[in-house]
């Protein structure tokens, strides 16, 4: 699952290995966008021309599209991480808990 937090502007997947959602970069996103192009080029039957979906929708500037697209579509709500539904996090080593203290002070003290 992949959701994109608007407060911070940053993409965020849940890792089944934490059990919480962790930070992702833009170019992380383009790959996991080109590579799931690729499985779904390879779903298809032999009849199916798959050039686009593995020439022309995996090029740099299309899939940098698709992630500005995908920041619009994957917008989760301003409280996704906050609150007693909130869901974990897990930053620069530190799993962080809805319950803790506010996302922004949490965010400020693993940066500074």
Do not use: W
């Given at each position: 699952?992949?959701?994109?937090?608007?407060?911070?502007?940053?993409?965020?997947?849940?890792?089944?290995?934490?059990?919480a959602?962790?930070?992702?970069?833009?170019?992380?996103?383009?790959?996991?966008?080109?590579?799931?192009?690729?499985?779904?080029?390879?779903?298809?039957?032999?009849?199916?021309?798959?050039?686009?979906?593995?020439?022309?929708?995996?090029?740099?500037?299309?899939?940098?599209?698709i992630?500005?697209l995908?920041?619009?579509?994957?917008?989760?709500?301003?409280?996704?991480?906050?609150?007693?539904?909130?869901?974990?996090?897990?930053?620069?080593?530190?799993?962080?808990?809805?319950?803790?203290?506010?996302?922004?002070?949490?965010?400020?003290?693993?940066?500074?």
């Open positions: 699952m992949v959701i994109f937090y608007p407060p911070e502007k940053r993409f965020y997947f849940y890792d089944p290995r934490v059990l959602f962790c930070p992702a970069t833009d170019e992380k996103i383009q790959l996991l966008a080109s590579n799931l192009l690729v499985k779904a080029a390879e779903a298809c039957s032999h009849k199916v021309d798959t050039r686009p979906l593995v020439d022309e929708f995996r090029k740099p500037a299309i899939l940098r599209q992630v500005k995908a920041k619009t579509i994957l917008q989760s709500e301003n409280t996704f991480f906050e609150g007693e539904h909130g869901k974990a996090r897990y930053i620069d080593g530190k799993l962080g808990q809805p319950s803790d203290q506010s996302t922004c002070i949490l965010f400020v003290k693993n940066v500074i």
